[in-house]
């Protein structure tokens, strides 16, 4: 039901007209029991009743967006982070509620993310896992000899996924340290390569740098992005050119491109690309941990710059980074 004083922007103005109400019916009251010649004692009894009783009525409405929220807050802290309020009023205890709803949507997706992220893991995991009771099992049946370089690889996958899930965590915690300095981008591309890439089948990419082109940040760092970014565009355009170019931006700044020939990105999934274990479309689905963009992302973050993917001209995928 709706409440008169929900239109009123301030809590404090309320609490002025329900003080001032309970003293006009206070006063209306005496008044009456004058006239009707009623002792003043039973005049005082009754007007401190009638009141009383409408500060309560009046005051419910006020307090009921509290309790609601209370409610809302222990429904959360069994799990249940799907609870919003209803907000009706305009005032402090209705912008708490605005704030209230915020935090509770933001628990819900955190909440979503760290299952996704849990699930992600596992199914990651499985693959390397399976693929090695494989090879050991038929090892240890004499099916085939056991081959030490296939061994060593997943391995090295399960690795290389523990050392990522480890640096994404330190990267969204703020717990990475960066060595900022101001460094020739000459020496960020030098020998630039793919993530972990010693295949032989990796194609050299094509560098397209503007001459002196200086930046400020931690090397190490950005060589990482660059190297996520070429890892990520070979896996999904194998085979195809891949043209790395750097510039400067107007008033300060690199804009640094990763671009490849493949079969391009579906618009719907450009944001989406950089969450963790990240799936694409049919056309750029990917094989491996799934982390390497996500990485990238909360790397230019951290130097604070910004990525994004965009369509390459005339099909493929563009990568930019742009670093203050």
């Known amino acids: 039901m709706s409440n008169p004083l929900d239109r009123l922007g301030s809590l404090k103005l309320k609490l002025g007209l329900v003080i001032v109400l309970a003293i006009?019916?206070?006063?209306g009251t005496m008044l009456v029991a004058a006239l009707l010649d009623v002792r003043l004692r039973y005049g005082a009894l009754a007007a401190l009743a009638l009141s009383l009783l409408t500060v309560q009525v009046v005051a419910r409405g006020m307090i009921s967006p509290l309790r609601a929220m209370s409610r809302a807050a222990d429904a959360i802290a069994r799990g249940e982070h799907g609870q919003r309020v209803a907000v009706t009023t305009r005032d402090e205890v209705g912008q708490l509620g605005v704030a209230f709803n915020r935090m509770a949507a933001e628990l819900e997706q955190t909440d979503r993310i760290r299952r996704d992220l849990v699930a992600d893991a596992a199914h990651e995991l499985r693959t390397p896992l399976s693929a090695l009771r494989a090879v050991l099992e038929n090892a240890v049946d004499g099916v085939e000899p056991l081959d030490p370089e296939e061994l060593l690889g997943q391995v090295r996958r399960l690795g290389d996924l523990a050392d990522q899930l480890l640096d994404l965590s330190q990267l969204e915690a703020g717990a990475a340290v960066l060595r900022r300095r101001s460094f020739a981008v000459?020496?960020?591309?030098d020998e630039v390569r793919p993530a972990g890439a010693a295949e032989a089948e990796a194609t050299t990419p094509v560098v397209e740098l503007?001459?002196?082109?200086r930046a400020s940040g931690d090397p190490d760092r950005l060589r990482q992005v660059v190297a996520n970014l070429l890892e990520n565009a070979q896996r999904h355009a194998p085979g195809t050119a891949v043209t790395v170019r750097a510039r400067g931006r107007p008033g300060g700044g690199v804009r640094l491109e990763v671009e490849d020939r493949g079969p391009g990105l579906d618009p719907a999934d450009a944001e989406r690309v950089f969450e963790r274990f990240a799936r694409g479309d049919r056309s750029r689905t990917t094989t491996g941990a799934g982390l390497g963009l996500a990485i990238a992302r909360s790397i230019v973050e951290l130097h604070g710059g910004t990525i994004r993917a965009e369509a390459a001209t005339p099909?493929?995928?563009?990568?930019v980074v742009e670093l203050p």
């Open 210 to 213: 503007a001459d002196g082109l």
């Open 24 to 27: 006009g019916v206070t006063a």
């Open 315 to 319: 099909h493929g995928c563009r990568m």
């Open 186 to 189: 000459a020496e960020l591309l």
